[in-house]
């Protein structure tokens, strides 16, 4: 009887043993995040008879732009895109859940006109038909999930349609269009999910520190930086005759990527206010 159970004894102690020596799995991060994607230009229109057209009255046009606790068009002759950089709220992190749309679309517009400068040539002027018709598109492209220049929405399918709605007519146009992450992602760099960690939150280390949000300006620069490095949208940003520009940016979350918060942002450019 001894015996017996002595080598039952034997068996779970061999057998621990064994456990201890077998590897653990190791906890991978998922594969990298998807780039930043450039602007695509679709050349065929969209007909507008289309079933998938969404009604204009259906939905906020853009001409209405959201309030701002602290920026409206009269900061525009406040600020250059040098005292800009020093303005406070714009080095603020991003709160989702709370953006201040009008702050967001002045970095875009002070970051682009800083690269025009910067290269010898006139800075933009603001316009605030352009900046409405930016955020609209914006809009609508996160509300109708699509993305391109071509919009789904009836009336509003060309930038001459969206040009037309807020009171610039006969004009000389262009339109800059990207998708990018609102957090400060490192292109490349894989990362692990709220899943992963247990947490709302993504991080390059697992359960490590959060990815931060951008703040105003950062997210701004990041974006231009983008368009900048790209020669058709550089192109559009470095125009001689695009003496006026807005730009527009909406949030959402990505339900195909764990619900991350994303930012589809637009710049229009045009040859008159």
Known sequence: MRSKIFGISLFIIF??????LTPKKEVKPIQKVEEIKETIT?????????????LLESIEDGRKLPSSSGWGP???SEFNDQSFLNYEPANQPIDPAKVDYPLLNAALFYMASKERRELGLRPFVYSEKCEQAAFGHAQD???????????KVGGKETLKDRLDLVGIENTV????????FVIQYQAGRPVFTPAQNGGNFFSYTKGGTPISYHTYLSLAKSLVASWFNSPSHRKNILN???SY??????????????????????????SKP
């Open 245 to 270: 520009m807005g730009g527009g940016a909406y949030f959402y979350k990505d339900s195909k990527f764990f619900d991350i918060d994303r930012v589809k942002a637009v710049q229009v450019f045009s």
């Open 141 to 151: 492209m996160v509300k109708y999930d699509f993305y391109s220049h071509t919009s």
């Open 42 to 54: 679709v050349e065929k229109s969209v007909e507008k008879k289309d079933p998938d057209l969404a």
């Open 15 to 20: 057998t621990v043993f064994l456990g201890c």
């Open 173 to 180: 146009g262009g339109e800059n269009i990207i998708i990018s």
């Open 74 to 76: 009269e900061k525009y």
């Open 240 to 242: 001689p005759d695009y």
